[in-house]
């Protein structure tokens, strides 16, 4: 566990007991806990063979309104890893204290922020570090230390600007985790750019408007990158991955523009430092829904009528009969101007992908979708599915599939990693 972890936790969880406490009037608070199930068809490299891991997760969010327009949100999570030491742990997502005003609103503490538009990757999303040992595929964050302040306008948009004073190193799996990348990093081997390390102070400029069927963002970040660079060392005669966190400086936009059923997203970067090669990362694509789209099927009735009754069981007739279904067709391309010297998997790769939306009385959804590397002919295909089950319950299912690794410099290490999860929680 990381002492971050450790010391925010501690003062997080006491203080989500005492507002536990408070009258149930004043205090609004909602969390879930959840078991999940992982199977890997084949064996890792990794330090312990293992096929099949359980975990136990729990996290709850506390709101306590102080005063007038004062509020104060804790948000602390646990669990518990049969395998990966180094995702048995407890920490906090958010401590914050939040103020607002007409125009303006001031936040304070640890916070969560999210920057992007795009499907596959969101390069713009520069606040939060990663939490990859809670999530392989990077949407989890680690809570950040800000002063933040946001000033709203009817003609100019919205003005952000973060004050960063404290560093949030990359969490990673241990060498029993998986899906295990080929080699262990070992964070007590975490160096800087910058002599004040951790403490080193970022900063950061967002502005945000919308034009007719557009919305944009432009932003600018100095700080700490929140992607580090792994070099290999040898310590007690084995190799690990040792971190190097520099120092960068990043502006970058995100745009979305909708035209009835059609989405189009973009997310550019340019990245300068020291220690880093001058670059451009971008992310563009559309995205096609089309509404009820089993409409058609079911007006040419070739559909028998019994199948659409309330008393039908079986899920391929229902499904066949949900007018109310969309599908999205994803399409997306992702660019770094480093290619193979980049230190992030995607240098020229395609993802199409397709989501249902069920619009059901459970929330079904599903996403499908194909990571192609244009290059090395890597591919990665992933599936999500969730639906809630009774009031309180939800069924998520996700897999990941790596194929044709042999040649990927960077997904040759997942070659036996593919995996299958199933995640059962109860909300509360």
Known sequence: MQKSFFFTAVPAFAIAATLASTSASALDWRGNVSSELTWFPAYSTGAKNWKLNTSIAADVELTQDLADNIRLTVHPFVRWDQQDDERTRAGVRELLLSTTGETWEFNAGLGAVFWGVTESRNPVDIINQTDSVEDFTGEEKLGQLMLNLKWFTDSYGEFEAYLLPKFEERTFIGENGRPYPGITVNPDLTTYESSEGSDHIGYALRWTNSFDAWDIGLHYFDGTSRNPSLIPVVTDNSAVLAPRYPLLKQVGIDAQGLY?????????????????????????????????????????????????????????????????????????????????????????????????????????????????????????????????????????????????????????????????????????
């Not at 244009?374 to 992933?382: C, E, M, R, V």
């Not at 599915?385 to 997904?411: C, P």
């Open 260 to 428: 009835g059923d059609l989405a189009i997203k973009t997310e550019t970067i340019h990245q300068s430092g020291d220690e880093i090669e001058s670059h451009v990362e971008t992310v563009t694509g559309v995205e096609y829904t089309l509404v009820g789209f089993l409409s058609p099927v079911q007006e040419n009735e070739k559909i028998p009528g019994s199948w659409c009754t309330s008393e039908t069981r079986n899920p391929f007739k229902k499904l066949a009969c949900n007018d109310r279904m969309d599908l999205g067709l994803v399409l997306e391309y992702l660019w770094d101007q480093r290619g193979n010297d980049s230190n992030q998997p995607f240098q020229n790769d395609l993802l199409a992908g397709f989501r249902f939306a069920f619009n059901d009385a459970a929330s079904s959804d599903a996403l499908f979708g194909i990571v192609q590397d244009l290059d090395q002919g890597a591919t990665t295909i992933s599936f999500e599915a969730s639906t809630r089950l009774f009031e309180s319950y939800r069924l998520k299912i996700l897999g990941q599939k790596f194929l044709n690794t042999k040649d990927d410099t960077v997904l040759n290490a997942f070659e036996k990693e593919s995996f299958l999860q199933v995640d059962f929680s109860y909300f509360f």
